[in-house]
């Protein structure tokens, strides 16, 4: 009888082995931290170990599959920045002439409202022209100075470890723990077979 009591707890304890098996698992992705020589073998996280590997794998996936260089230079080609460029240039020059010692002369309140305008109109639309010649060479020159795998990279490989971790457990922390609970149920199940073996045989 007590053996067969004995054999019921076999699904529980599967449950907490497959769980810390998981979970010890899960934990060794960032620890340790540093490299603990055990003689047959040296053992280390997977993330501190292959960091920069990791790193560099995120970057290229970033800048393949998910941003890359052209899809940000395509954003800035498509703004609609002719509109506010021509009154930013405009409000300019009015600004820049009232502080101006021109304000002085006698004739500045006509010039200022019949001469000036116009003027500024030629100017400001001038300038929107020279800037939309100048627009594919600006995105072309874009494309080539930004190296988006670079900066993803450093930014990743500078991370100290710690804050690796935090960035991984706030992506995947449901995940994770997913990972810890379905050690858990396998190793109910396979108890619960071993349960059922024994009673058959």
């Known amino acids: ?4 009591l004995l054999m019921f707890t076999f699904p529980f304890i599967g449950a907490l082995i497959g769980w810390f098996t998981n979970y010890l698992a899960v934990r060794m992705l960032f620890r340790p931290r540093k490299p603990i020589n055990l ?3 040296t053992l280390q996280g997977l993330l501190p ?3 920069r590997e990791v790193a560099a794998n995120i970057a290229t996936t970033i800048e393949k599959e998910l941003l890359s260089v052209k899809d940000i230079s395509q954003v800035l080609a498509d703004i609609n920045w002719k509109q506010g460029l021509q009154h930013k240039v405009s ?3 009015q600004q820049r002439l009232d502080n101006s010692l021109l304000v002085k002369l ?3 309140k006509i010039i200022r409202e019949r001469v000036l305008p116009p003027l500024e109109n030629v100017i400001a639309k001038e300038a929107v022209n020279i800037i939309a010649d100048l627009q594919a060479d600006l995105v072309e020159s874009f494309q080539q100075r930004l ?4 900066i993803v990279f450093n930014r990743i490989d500078r991370f100290d470890m710690q804050q690796l971790e935090d960035v991984v457990l706030n992506v995947a922390r449901r995940e994770l723990r997913h990972i810890e609970l379905i050690g ?3 190793g109910f199940i396979i108890g619960l077979s071993q349960v059922g ?3 058959i045989f």
Request: proline share 4%; no cysteine; glycine share 0%.
């Open 91 to 93: 409000k300019n020059i």
């Open 147 to 150: 190296d988006l795998h670079a």
């Open 197 to 199: 073996l024994l009673l």
């Open 1 to 4: 009888m007590q053996q067969h």
């Open 39 to 41: 003689k047959l073998f």
């Open 106 to 108: 006698p004739m500045w």
């Open 49 to 51: 170990r292959r960091r």
């Open 184 to 186: 858990a149920v396998l």
